[in-house]
Protein backbone atom coordinates (compact mmCIF):
# COMPACT_ATOMS: atom_id res chain seq x y z
CA UNK A 1 0.00 0.00 0.00
CA UNK A 2 1.24 3.46 -0.70
CA UNK A 3 2.62 5.48 1.95
CA UNK A 4 0.11 8.45 2.06
CA UNK A 5 2.83 11.53 1.62
CA UNK A 6 1.85 13.24 4.83
CA UNK A 7 3.81 10.29 6.35
CA UNK A 8 6.84 10.66 4.87
CA UNK A 9 9.45 12.82 5.93
CA UNK A 10 9.55 16.60 3.93
CA UNK A 11 13.31 16.36 3.02
CA UNK A 12 13.14 12.64 1.29
CA UNK A 13 13.71 13.39 -2.37
CA UNK A 14 14.06 10.69 -5.04
CA UNK A 15 14.48 13.21 -7.81
CA UNK A 16 17.60 12.54 -10.17
CA UNK A 17 18.23 13.22 -13.27
CA UNK A 18 19.33 11.19 -16.46
CA UNK A 19 23.00 11.34 -15.78
CA UNK A 20 22.39 10.25 -12.72
CA UNK A 21 20.31 7.26 -13.58
CA UNK A 22 23.13 6.40 -16.17
CA UNK A 23 25.39 6.19 -13.64
CA UNK A 24 24.27 3.57 -12.13
CA UNK A 25 24.16 1.64 -14.90
CA UNK A 26 26.84 -1.13 -15.88
CA UNK A 27 27.60 -3.12 -19.14
CA UNK A 28 26.45 -6.95 -18.59
CA UNK A 29 23.75 -5.76 -16.07
CA UNK A 30 19.87 -7.42 -16.54
CA UNK A 31 17.61 -4.83 -17.17
CA UNK A 32 14.01 -4.81 -16.79
CA UNK A 33 11.80 -2.07 -19.08
CA UNK A 34 8.25 -1.50 -18.19
CA UNK A 35 4.92 -0.26 -20.49
CA UNK A 36 3.99 -2.99 -22.86
CA UNK A 37 4.97 -3.16 -26.60
CA UNK A 38 4.20 0.39 -27.85
CA UNK A 39 2.92 1.50 -25.19
CA UNK A 40 3.89 3.82 -22.05
CA UNK A 41 7.56 2.62 -22.94
CA UNK A 42 10.79 5.01 -20.69
CA UNK A 43 11.99 5.99 -24.50
CA UNK A 44 13.91 9.07 -23.06
CA UNK A 45 16.24 6.51 -20.78
CA UNK A 46 16.11 3.61 -23.31
CA UNK A 47 17.91 6.51 -25.64
CA UNK A 48 20.31 7.65 -23.14
CA UNK A 49 21.56 4.13 -23.02
CA UNK A 50 21.83 4.08 -26.92
CA UNK A 51 24.11 6.80 -26.69
CA UNK A 52 25.82 5.18 -24.02
CA UNK A 53 28.84 2.90 -24.05
CA UNK A 54 27.24 -0.30 -22.43
CA UNK A 55 27.04 -3.44 -23.59
CA UNK A 56 26.34 -7.10 -23.10
CA UNK A 57 23.19 -5.99 -21.51
CA UNK A 58 20.13 -8.46 -20.57
CA UNK A 59 16.52 -7.09 -21.28
CA UNK A 60 13.64 -8.28 -19.79
CA UNK A 61 10.49 -6.69 -21.43
CA UNK A 62 6.89 -7.24 -23.24
CA UNK A 63 9.42 -5.68 -25.87
CA UNK A 64 8.38 -2.79 -28.23
CA UNK A 65 10.86 0.31 -29.55
CA UNK A 66 12.88 -0.43 -26.14
CA UNK A 67 13.98 -3.49 -27.49
CA UNK A 68 14.27 -2.61 -31.22
CA UNK A 69 16.32 0.55 -30.32
CA UNK A 70 18.86 -1.11 -28.50
CA UNK A 71 19.31 -4.52 -30.48
CA UNK A 72 19.69 -2.07 -33.36
CA UNK A 73 22.50 -0.19 -31.42
CA UNK A 74 24.31 -3.33 -29.99
CA UNK A 75 23.47 -3.62 -26.61
CA UNK A 76 21.71 -6.23 -26.03
CA UNK A 77 23.60 -9.97 -25.62
CA UNK A 78 20.33 -11.74 -24.37
CA UNK A 79 16.92 -10.93 -24.41
CA UNK A 80 13.83 -12.04 -22.03
CA UNK A 81 10.39 -11.47 -23.94
CA UNK A 82 6.68 -12.57 -24.35
CA UNK A 83 6.84 -10.43 -27.81
CA UNK A 84 8.28 -7.82 -29.29
CA UNK A 85 5.78 -5.38 -31.22
CA UNK A 86 4.65 -2.02 -32.31
CA UNK A 87 0.94 -2.93 -31.74
CA UNK A 88 0.32 -1.49 -35.06
CA UNK A 89 3.45 -2.90 -36.67
CA UNK A 90 3.63 -6.39 -35.30
CA UNK A 91 6.88 -7.73 -35.15
CA UNK A 92 9.20 -4.92 -34.24
CA UNK A 93 11.43 -4.22 -37.33
CA UNK A 94 14.54 -3.72 -35.97
CA UNK A 95 14.26 -7.09 -33.77
CA UNK A 96 12.94 -8.80 -36.67
CA UNK A 97 16.32 -7.65 -38.13
CA UNK A 98 18.35 -8.92 -35.30
CA UNK A 99 16.57 -12.12 -35.33
CA UNK A 100 17.26 -12.98 -39.06
CA UNK A 101 20.84 -11.73 -39.12
CA UNK A 102 21.95 -13.99 -36.01
CA UNK A 103 23.16 -10.81 -34.53
CA UNK A 104 20.82 -11.65 -31.23
CA UNK A 105 20.56 -15.85 -31.28
CA UNK A 106 20.73 -15.74 -27.10
CA UNK A 107 17.32 -15.31 -26.28
CA UNK A 108 14.68 -16.52 -23.69
CA UNK A 109 10.79 -16.45 -25.66
CA UNK A 110 7.97 -16.68 -23.46
CA UNK A 111 4.60 -16.95 -22.74
CA UNK A 112 3.16 -14.00 -21.10
CA UNK A 113 1.93 -15.36 -18.38
CA UNK A 114 5.09 -17.20 -17.66
CA UNK A 115 6.94 -13.93 -17.72
CA UNK A 116 4.63 -12.15 -15.45
CA UNK A 117 5.26 -15.23 -12.27
CA UNK A 118 9.05 -14.89 -13.01
CA UNK A 119 9.10 -11.33 -12.20
CA UNK A 120 6.72 -12.05 -9.17
CA UNK A 121 8.60 -14.93 -8.13
CA UNK A 122 11.97 -12.09 -8.12
CA UNK A 123 9.76 -9.60 -6.09
CA UNK A 124 8.45 -12.09 -3.49
CA UNK A 125 11.86 -13.52 -2.95
CA UNK A 126 11.31 -17.15 -4.38
CA UNK A 127 12.76 -19.41 -6.77
CA UNK A 128 10.12 -20.07 -8.70
CA UNK A 129 6.50 -20.06 -9.28
CA UNK A 130 4.81 -22.52 -10.68
CA UNK A 131 1.84 -21.96 -13.59
CA UNK A 132 0.06 -23.69 -16.16
CA UNK A 133 1.27 -21.21 -19.13
CA UNK A 134 3.83 -22.52 -21.51
CA UNK A 135 1.72 -25.86 -21.10
CA UNK A 136 0.79 -28.08 -24.36
CA UNK A 137 2.78 -25.26 -26.39
CA UNK A 138 6.36 -25.46 -28.01
CA UNK A 139 7.90 -22.96 -25.44
CA UNK A 140 9.04 -25.74 -23.34
CA UNK A 141 10.94 -26.86 -26.20
CA UNK A 142 12.68 -24.03 -27.22
CA UNK A 143 14.02 -23.21 -23.43
CA UNK A 144 14.94 -26.78 -22.52
CA UNK A 145 16.39 -25.62 -19.26
CA UNK A 146 12.67 -24.99 -17.87
CA UNK A 147 11.38 -27.73 -16.09
CA UNK A 148 8.43 -29.03 -14.49
CA UNK A 149 6.72 -29.92 -11.10
CA UNK A 150 4.07 -31.74 -9.70
CA UNK A 151 1.56 -30.70 -7.42
CA UNK A 152 2.05 -32.31 -4.49
CA UNK A 153 -1.75 -31.40 -3.89
CA UNK A 154 -3.32 -32.83 -7.07
CA UNK A 155 -0.93 -34.30 -9.21
CA UNK A 156 -1.27 -31.67 -11.80
CA UNK A 157 1.77 -30.96 -13.90
CA UNK A 158 2.49 -27.24 -14.01
CA UNK A 159 5.65 -25.06 -15.02
CA UNK A 160 8.16 -24.24 -12.85
CA UNK A 161 8.80 -20.46 -13.99
CA UNK A 162 12.18 -19.30 -12.76
CA UNK A 163 12.30 -15.96 -10.98
CA UNK A 164 13.74 -13.15 -13.27
CA UNK A 165 15.94 -11.06 -11.06
CA UNK A 166 16.36 -7.92 -12.10
CA UNK A 167 19.53 -5.39 -11.39
CA UNK A 168 17.64 -2.23 -12.61
CA UNK A 169 14.55 -1.82 -13.72
CA UNK A 170 13.00 1.65 -15.66
CA UNK A 171 9.47 2.19 -16.21
CA UNK A 172 7.31 5.53 -17.01
CA UNK A 173 4.62 6.40 -15.27
CA UNK A 174 1.46 9.52 -15.34
CA UNK A 175 2.59 11.00 -12.12
CA UNK A 176 5.12 9.79 -9.23
CA UNK A 177 5.68 12.38 -6.94
CA UNK A 178 9.32 12.82 -4.78
CA UNK A 179 8.66 10.72 -2.71
CA UNK A 180 8.80 7.41 -5.08
CA UNK A 181 4.79 7.22 -5.28
CA UNK A 182 4.10 6.51 -8.43
CA UNK A 183 0.52 6.74 -10.22
CA UNK A 184 -0.49 4.99 -13.22
CA UNK A 185 -3.82 6.92 -14.79
CA UNK A 186 -4.43 5.22 -17.65
CA UNK A 187 -6.74 2.15 -18.72
CA UNK A 188 -4.06 -0.89 -18.17
CA UNK A 189 -1.27 -0.61 -15.41
CA UNK A 190 0.34 -3.09 -17.35
CA UNK A 191 2.73 -5.17 -15.55
CA UNK A 192 5.41 -2.09 -14.08
CA UNK A 193 4.63 -2.87 -10.46
CA UNK A 194 6.48 -6.05 -11.22
CA UNK A 195 9.28 -4.80 -12.78
CA UNK A 196 10.06 -2.31 -10.14
CA UNK A 197 9.91 -5.34 -7.18
CA UNK A 198 12.18 -7.61 -8.86
CA UNK A 199 14.90 -4.75 -9.38
CA UNK A 200 17.83 -4.47 -7.07
CA UNK A 201 17.37 -0.55 -8.18
CA UNK A 202 14.30 1.59 -9.91
CA UNK A 203 13.96 4.40 -11.64
CA UNK A 204 10.93 6.21 -12.83
CA UNK A 205 10.61 9.23 -15.14
CA UNK A 206 7.16 10.62 -14.87
CA UNK A 207 5.23 13.29 -16.52
CA UNK A 208 4.32 14.78 -13.45
CA UNK A 209 6.17 15.00 -10.05
CA UNK A 210 2.46 16.08 -8.45
CA UNK A 211 -0.27 13.07 -7.38
CA UNK A 212 -3.53 13.47 -9.25
CA UNK A 213 -5.42 14.08 -5.71
CA UNK A 214 -9.01 12.75 -7.57
CA UNK A 215 -7.49 9.54 -9.19
CA UNK A 216 -8.77 6.22 -7.54
CA UNK A 217 -6.66 4.46 -4.95
CA UNK A 218 -6.25 1.79 -7.49
CA UNK A 219 -4.07 4.09 -9.85
CA UNK A 220 -1.35 4.00 -7.04
CA UNK A 221 0.50 1.41 -8.81
CA UNK A 222 4.16 1.99 -7.45
CA UNK A 223 5.30 2.05 -4.00
CA UNK A 224 8.14 3.96 -2.80
CA UNK A 225 9.66 1.33 -1.14
CA UNK A 226 10.52 -0.39 -4.53
CA UNK A 227 12.03 3.26 -5.97
CA UNK A 228 15.51 4.22 -6.08
CA UNK A 229 15.05 7.30 -8.48
CA UNK A 230 12.57 9.62 -9.73
CA UNK A 231 13.20 11.52 -13.31
CA UNK A 232 10.79 14.30 -14.23
CA UNK A 233 11.25 14.04 -18.23
CA UNK A 234 7.29 15.50 -19.40
CA UNK A 235 7.14 13.49 -23.01
CA UNK A 236 9.34 10.84 -21.85
CA UNK A 237 7.45 7.92 -23.40
CA UNK A 238 8.55 9.07 -26.86
CA UNK A 239 5.97 8.40 -29.75
CA UNK A 240 4.98 5.65 -27.31
CA UNK A 241 1.14 5.98 -25.92
CA UNK A 242 0.72 7.13 -22.72
CA UNK A 243 -2.76 7.95 -21.69
CA UNK A 244 -4.21 9.88 -20.58
CA UNK A 245 -1.59 12.60 -21.02
CA UNK A 246 -1.31 11.49 -24.83
CA UNK A 247 -1.59 8.80 -27.55
CA UNK A 248 1.03 6.74 -29.84
CA UNK A 249 2.35 9.07 -32.16
CA UNK A 250 2.07 6.97 -35.39
CA UNK A 251 3.13 9.36 -37.20
CA UNK A 252 6.84 8.89 -35.47
CA UNK A 253 5.94 5.53 -35.20
CA UNK A 254 5.82 4.59 -38.41
CA UNK A 255 9.17 6.80 -38.83
CA UNK A 256 10.96 4.82 -37.01
CA UNK A 257 9.89 1.28 -38.07
CA UNK A 258 10.63 2.79 -41.55
CA UNK A 259 14.58 3.10 -40.06
CA UNK A 260 15.05 -0.41 -40.30
CA UNK A 261 14.94 -0.46 -44.18
CA UNK A 262 16.46 2.78 -44.47
CA UNK A 263 18.98 2.77 -42.30
CA UNK A 264 18.17 6.16 -40.66
CA UNK A 265 17.95 4.73 -37.15
CA UNK A 266 20.72 7.33 -36.28
CA UNK A 267 19.37 10.28 -37.46
CA UNK A 268 15.96 9.37 -36.38
CA UNK A 269 17.43 9.05 -32.52
CA UNK A 270 19.18 12.53 -33.31
CA UNK A 271 16.02 14.32 -33.70
CA UNK A 272 13.66 12.81 -31.84
CA UNK A 273 15.06 13.14 -27.42
CA UNK A 274 11.47 12.00 -26.34
CA UNK A 275 10.74 14.26 -23.40
CA UNK A 276 11.53 17.72 -22.47
CA UNK A 277 13.82 16.98 -19.15
CA UNK A 278 12.16 19.96 -16.33
Known sequence: MTVPPSLVPADFDLTVDIAHVMSRLRSGMTIGIGGWGSRRKPLALVHAIAESDLTDLTLVSFGGPDVGILCAKGKVKKLVFGFVSLDKVPLEPHFRKARQSGALSDVMELDEGMLVQGLRAAGWGLPFLPTRAGLGSGVL??????ETIRCPYSNTELVAMPALHLDVALVHLNRC???????SLGPDPYFDDLF????RETFVSTESLELDPDAPTSTHLVDRSTVTGVV??????GFTQCLPDYDRDMG???EYAATAKNGQLDAFLADHRFGRPA
Not at 141 to 146: I, V, Y
Not at 177 to 183: E, I, P, T, V
Not at 232 to 237: E, V, Y
Open 232 to 237: HIPGGA
Open 196 to 199: CAAA
Open 177 to 183: DRHGNGQ
Open 252 to 254: HLL
Open 141 to 146: DTNPEL
